[in-house]
């Protein structure tokens, strides 16, 4: 019997450091339900043993719980308003050393799209990005950066040529990008942010919080942020108390730290 959610939690956050109160609980214990059935397991606490005694469903597990679903120029429109008007605002209020966080970065698609979009308007020896996700697992993948043709199909036939190469049906990202972006492991709901950031980029994350988990990620990016910084989010997200917190919005998905 799947009861006691309560104890598995505490068992989870023992394990992992994922703090599960943070996440809607009905749509979570489906997910873990499922993964758990998937592995034989018939209670929470005969998945917790599993956990314990395997590290290969251990990294499953949190694999699982951290959601990975990613691809290069996600929401290309997004994109090209980053492109157009976001980039060449931020080099004109900061400089061309610009300091920038790829927050839950995933399998590395999103930094690396943030050093392709900058170096039409910058060389790679200036830009510098910080990816953090709280999936190991994951962030391994973003530093072997092999991708899919699906992940790379929206990515931009100059720069797709440029930087990528084609490995049987896979592709290969430039060392020359990689270099730019330095990968760690953060969690988004329990470590220290960090700070002066002229952008930061955090998309189709956070919808899986509550909302004052939200809320809390939200102040903490603008206290990140440098004063005219940017948050850029993602399509399936809103800030609906931008203002409380003190962002003025630049559009639907840019709000800037005035």
Same mark, same amino acid.
């Given at each position: ?10 068992? $989870? ?40 005694? %395997? ?30 008007? $976001? ?18 970065? %995933? ?73 730019? $972006? ?23 994350? $956070? ?40 962002? %003025?919005?630049?559009? %639907? ?6």
């Amino acid at each position: 019997m799947f009861d006691k959610y309560e104890e598995f939690k505490k068992e $989870v956050l023992k394990l992992t450091k994922i703090d599960l109160n943070y996440y809607k609980e009905k749509q979570m214990r489906r997910r873990i339900d499922t993964l758990a059935q998937k592995n034989k397991a018939t209670s929470y606490e005969e998945y917790v043993k599993l956990l314990k005694e %395997s590290p290969e469903l251990f990294e499953q597990f949190v694999n699982f719980l951290t959601i990975n679903v990613s691809e290069f120029y996600r929401n290309p429109e997004q994109w090209k308003l980053l492109d157009e008007k $976001v980039i060449p605002k931020l080099i004109q209020d900061h400089g061309r050393n610009l300091k920038i966080w790829s927050a839950a970065c %995933s399998t590395g698609d999103e930094p690396y799209s943030l050093v392709m979009a900058f170096s039409k308007h910058i060389p790679l020896s200036n830009i510098h990005i910080t990816a953090t996700d709280i999936d190991k697992q994951v962030i391994a993948s973003a530093k072997a950066g092999l991708y899919s043709e699906k992940s790379v199909l929206n990515v931009p036939a100059d720069l797709k040529k440029k930087y990528f190469t084609k490995i049987g049906s896979s592709y290969q990202i430039a060392d020359e990008i990689k270099k730019c $972006v330095t990968f760690r492991e953060h969690n988004l709901l329990k470590d220290v942010y960090p700070k002066d950031f002229d952008l930061i980029l955090c998309r189709n994350v $956070v919808i899986y919080f509550t909302d004052e988990a939200k809320d809390e990620i939200y102040r903490k990016f603008f206290a990140s942020l440098k004063e005219k910084g940017v948050l850029f989010i993602g399509s399936t997200e809103q800030i609906t108390n931008y203002k409380d917190i003190g962002f %003025s919005r630049m559009s %639907s998905f840019y709000f800037e730290k005035p």
